[in-house]
């Protein structure tokens, strides 16, 4: 039978109703008697008793009176002697003897109350005591029921006397003085509670604004918690790790509240039911004292409707209403070289390693070099949140990335890969986030965004190879912006990119020169392997010469047999200037090579798209020694 049901039997005519001291020995032990005159006798369950038995839980507030353990000593007779000694639990509480005054009880207990004042005991409470008339009452400094039954004796060295009580009365704070139990059947005793007595403390004690809150302690079971009604307003402190889908509340009444609250150890997770509204229908995690949430009953509903919670930065609670913050903050710092897989665990706490699974949100690179296999970062979307999200952080560590790769995943696969240029910077940063579950595919769907980190250090992060070839068009070019100066590599500039009427004036000005050096031993093969001077052209157009010079560095002997000197185009028959004394000329200078003035009727001389050469006509020379610079000077004719 619940306290609840038996209450309902108070003043019913049958059993009686018993009143205990704290312990809820009955009767009350010496030891929790005093000032407090418990009944001896249990009352009758009678309403003639309603009176009494409602007097005692009047004074039964919880908190009520003093919580201090007391004794008392009072003298019946003051001989001419000493008080050699207060023991209390064998502790003397004088400093030694006292002397006693003759025929006076009361000056008497009042030195002995004055001697136990001013002494401190080495052990045990200490007692401050005083005197009213022959009384000697003795306080202890420690709250609480540790001192209860603590035996005291006064010692006299003569005739003197005294009655005394051992040490009682200390309560622990928020407990009642009194205890109630109620036996309602006919054969219940008077003098003795038996075990068929059940506890109605809590329905019959008055509960005053002095009084503290009302806790209590239940476990989770089968995703229930059970505990009786003592009050309108209580705590609840749960254990058992459990989800919790439905509260009793034994003899709960309309508009009673509960809140419920963490042990500390163990974790709950409230959720809503047919039973528990919830804001939102949003769960709720009890993990301490400090997650609490209120509930009110709603008897029409027959329901626990939430009030309110508490308001805690703690990020599985956050997580519980549907945030993204991560539940075990800061960085993981890794040594990326040897490869391996980084997994984050959004949603989940443990101890982070690489390779293996990651519970903070961040991972910063610390160690640079040459990678030996590769390194995979995921995100595993067992626990993740929409919204989840978190960095990979280059840390400006130099990683050369060889045959092998960084690459970022989701569940799909590999959704992006480190560019080696930018792994070279160290100046990167990867960012995931979190997007959904794809039902489809059966696979967490990430983001990743993988990007230069611009900072004093990384001013110039577009390297070369970043660039496709080709990529940079003429619109994403500044005007006036390129300098021929310092820009562009001398010759670069072929003529066919010059306007037709730049190109035409150039031409027929003659403004085309060329240097081509033949040192000995090209000269001496100058027929089997001509000197190119011009390169073809392009279609449509052919080489024309307007002039040849020559330089001779004179070396002894002079070149023989085949001697005659042509500048001609390729598969052309006649030359376009030639000279057959050049190469037999003895002494050093600079000559003009002539024109060729005559061609003959069936003979080519000027050819489209021909390269032009410097030849020996008829063979290579048979000797000779001296070094030639050809200067040709031409012009470039479109046909």
Do not use: H
Not at 91 to 106: C, F, I, P, S
Not at 588 to 606: D, F, K, M, S, Y
Request: charged content about 10%; overall charge negative; glycine content about 10%.
């Amino acid at each position: 039978m619940s306290s609840a049901t038996a209450y309902t039997n108070l003043y019913n005519g049958s059993g009686m109703v018993y009143v205990t001291g704290p312990s809820g020995v009955f009767p009350a032990p010496d030891g929790e008697r005093n000032f407090y005159s418990y009944p001896d006798l249990a009352f009758m369950n009678v309403p003639e008793n309603a009176t009494g038995i409602k007097a005692w839980s009047i004074l039964n507030t919880p908190e009520n009176g003093s919580g201090y353990p007391m004794f008392i000593i009072t003298i019946t007779n003051a001989a001419a002697d000493n008080c050699t000694s207060v023991l209390v639990n064998g502790v003397g509480q004088t400093a030694g003897a006292v002397a006693m005054t003759v025929g006076n009880a009361t000056a008497s207990a009042a030195s002995i109350a004055a001697a136990i004042t001013s002494f401190v005991p080495g052990a045990g409470p200490n007692y401050r005591a005083v005197n009213i008339g022959a009384t000697i009452i003795g306080m202890s400094d420690t709250i609480g029921t540790g001192s209860n039954g603590d035996v005291v004796l006064p010692a006299f060295s003569g005739a003197s006397t005294a009655t005394y009580s051992d040490v009682g009365g200390g309560r622990d704070s928020g407990t009642s003085l009194v205890r109630f139990f109620i036996d309602a059947s006919a054969g219940a005793s008077e003098t003795v509670m038996s075990g068929a007595a059940i506890e109605i403390t809590e329905w019959l004690s008055y509960r005053g604004l002095q009084s503290g809150r009302l806790m209590v302690a239940a476990s989770v079971v089968a995703s229930a918690v059970s505990f009786e009604r003592s009050a309108n307003d209580m705590t609840v402190t749960l254990s058992n790790n459990a989800t919790l889908a439905n509260v009793v509340s034994i003899g709960a009444i309309n508009g009673d509240r509960i809140t419920l609250q963490g042990n500390g150890a163990d974790t709950q997770t409230l959720t809503a039911s047919a039973t528990i509204g919830l804001i939102d229908s949003v769960s709720y995690v009890l993990t301490s004292a400090a997650t609490k949430i209120t509930l009110e009953w709603d008897t029409t509903g027959s329901k626990w409707n939430e009030v309110s919670r508490a308001s805690v930065a703690d990020p599985t609670q956050i997580r519980a209403s549907g945030l993204p913050v991560p539940l075990q903050p800061g960085t993981l710092n890794i040594d990326p070289i040897a490869g391996g897989t980084a997994t984050f665990s959004p949603g989940s706490t443990g101890a982070s390693a690489f390779p293996g699974a990651v519970y903070e949100n961040n991972i910063t690179l610390v160690n640079g070099g040459a990678l030996a296999a590769n390194v995979n970062f995921i995100v595993d979307s067992t626990n993740a949140l929409p919204g989840d999200t978190g960095v990979v952080f280059g840390n400006r560590q130099v990683i050369t990335l060889g045959a092998n790769a960084i690459n970022f995943s989701d569940g799909t696969g590999v959704v992006a890969s480190l560019p080696s240029q930018l792994a070279l910077t160290g100046d990167w940063v990867a960012t995931w986030t979190y997007m959904y579950y794809d039902v489809v595919l059966l696979a967490g769907i990430v983001s990743w965004n993988v990007a230069p980190v611009f900072s004093t250090t990384n001013t110039q992060f577009l390297q070369t190879a970043m660039y496709q070839n080709l990529s940079v068009t003429g619109a994403k070019i500044a005007d006036a912006t390129i300098d021929g100066a310092t820009k562009l590599i001398d010759d670069s500039v072929d003529e066919v990119k010059l306007d037709a009427l730049v190109r035409a004036k150039l031409n027929v000005q003659g403004r085309n020169l060329v240097k081509v050096s033949v040192p000995t031993i090209e000269m001496l093969a100058l027929n089997t392997t001509r000197k190119l001077a011009v390169a073809a052209p392009g279609v449509g157009k052919a080489v024309v010469t307007t002039g040849v010079y020559a330089a001779i560095t004179y070396i002894a002997p002079v070149y023989a047999t085949f001697t005659n000197l042509q500048i001609i185009s390729d598969t052309a028959t006649a030359p376009q200037a030639e000279s057959s004394l050049i190469l037999v000329k003895t002494t050093n200078g600079i000559v003009i090579i002539p024109l060729t003035a005559v061609v003959g009727a069936g003979e080519t001389q000027i050819i489209e798209n021909e390269a032009l050469y410097i030849t020996t006509e008829g063979g290579d020379s048979t000797a000779g020694a001296s070094n030639f610079a050809f200067y040709v000077e031409y012009m470039i004719v479109d046909l």
